[in-house]
């Protein structure tokens, strides 16, 4: 059985940095890109960033210079490590996984930037 598990979350200052964590299982993790995205109240989910089993990574424009996503194919897990954090940063973020046309998600893990 595929799952993603995201953990991590939590309330930060603005300014401040926070490390997310996506742990897999169910499937050959170092052969498939992994992927975050995120949901704000009141809008369409987006994408955040992605690593490809070759670790070339991909961000948003909205992230980018801020966010680091890595992998460790030892562990079966992707991080994000989000820095220099802004309210509008404030959403459900989570871990998406594509295997043979079939996405599988996480249940997320809620980041709040706020003073």
């Known amino acids: 059985e595929v799952q993603v598990v995201e953990s991590g979350g939590g309330l930060v200052q603005p300014g401040g940095s926070l490390t997310l964590s996506c742990a897999a299982s169910g499937f050959t993790f170092s052969s498939y890109a992994m992927g975050w995205f995120r949901q704000a109240p009141g809008k369409e989910r987006e994408f955040v960033s992605s690593i490809a089993w070759n670790h070339v990574t991909y961000y948003a424009d909205s992230v980018k210079g801020r966010f680091t996503i890595s992998r460790d194919n030892t562990k079966n897990t992707v991080s994000l490590q989000m820095n220099s954090l802004k309210p509008e940063d404030t959403a459900v973020y989570c871990c998406?996984?594509?295997?043979?046309?079939?996405?599988?998600w996480g249940q997320g893990t809620q980041v709040t930037v706020s003073s």
């Open positions: 998406k996984v594509t295997l043979d046309e079939t996405e599988y």
